[in-house]
């Protein structure tokens, strides 16, 4: 069981746009201010997304934009496109210590 | 351009030892800390551990205190993981990966491809 509530699975049709969320659910995880968001693609490294809850990386599209809520992170991805068919994974870090990462369990994007 | 390139996996029977190599290129690899985080076949990622520029500082995911050791060499631009006394749940592929500062905080911004561990008898 995760620190980080992540919901199983997403799906949206091209051009729309779809939001995962990730929600703090264990007092293991230290301050919900560093969270980050990686994409991955099937057989596939993970790609940093998103850090510091809503910056994004030289790189990466402006479609993708990250938000925070209390002990609620979000991913919106705007203008969906199949290419971003991909798992995507929330992470923070461990109230034990800056190395310590904790990765949410994961989200199925589905794009129809 | 940023390389990480892990070497070292294969099939290891319970109780069996492995040392899982990175080779790191494209950036000054002893600027930098590292980490390992692991994925079993067909779930989520699972930080491992990790280690600070100079190899002083070292930091691990419970279930692998005691028997997994991470460490460095700077002059060779390599991070290892030596594991011991494996078991099936250790199962997985390994990555290496880049941790970097942005912004306020530290994350992990290069990952290799990951070299599989399969512990099986």
């Known amino acids: 069981q995760s620190a980080l509530t992540q919901p199983a699975s997403v799906s949206g049709s091209p051009g729309q746009s779809i939001t995962i969320s990730c929600t703090e659910t264990s007092s293991d995880v230290g301050d919900y201010n560093y969270v980050s968001w990686y994409q991955q693609h099937p057989g596939k490294a993970p790609k940093l997304m998103i850090y510091d809850v809503s910056e994004r990386p030289s790189g990466v599209s402006n479609r993708f934009s990250g938000s925070k809520s209390g002990n609620t992170a979000s991913l919106t991805i705007s203008g969906l496109q199949a290419e971003d068919e991909a798992d995507y994974y929330c992470?923070?870090?461990?109230?034990?210590?800056?190395?310590?990462?904790?990765f949410g369990g994961g989200t199925k994007l589905t794009v129809l | 351009e940023v390389q990480l390139v892990e070497s070292g996996g294969g099939v290891v029977r319970p109780g069996g030892s492995l040392r899982l190599s990175c080779v790191a290129s494209?950036?000054?690899?002893?600027?930098?800390?590292m980490s390992w985080v692991r994925q079993a076949p067909g779930k989520g990622l699972e930080w491992v551990s990790g280690?600070?520029?100079?190899?002083?500082?070292?930091h691990y995911l419970d279930s692998v205190k005691g028997r997994f050791t991470i460490s460095r060499d700077n002059a060779k631009n390599s991070l290892y993981l030596q594991m011991n006394s494996l078991r099936p749940d250790d199962t997985a592929l390994y990555y290496c990966v880049r941790r970097r500062y942005l912004g306020t905080h530290y994350y992990f911004d290069y990952w290799g491809q990951g070299t599989l561990v399969p512990v099986s008898s």
């Open positions: 992470c923070s870090y461990a109230d034990s210590g800056v190395f310590e990462g904790v």
């Open positions: 280690i600070n520029w100079d190899g002083a500082s070292t």
């Open positions: 494209g950036f000054s690899f002893n600027d930098y800390g």
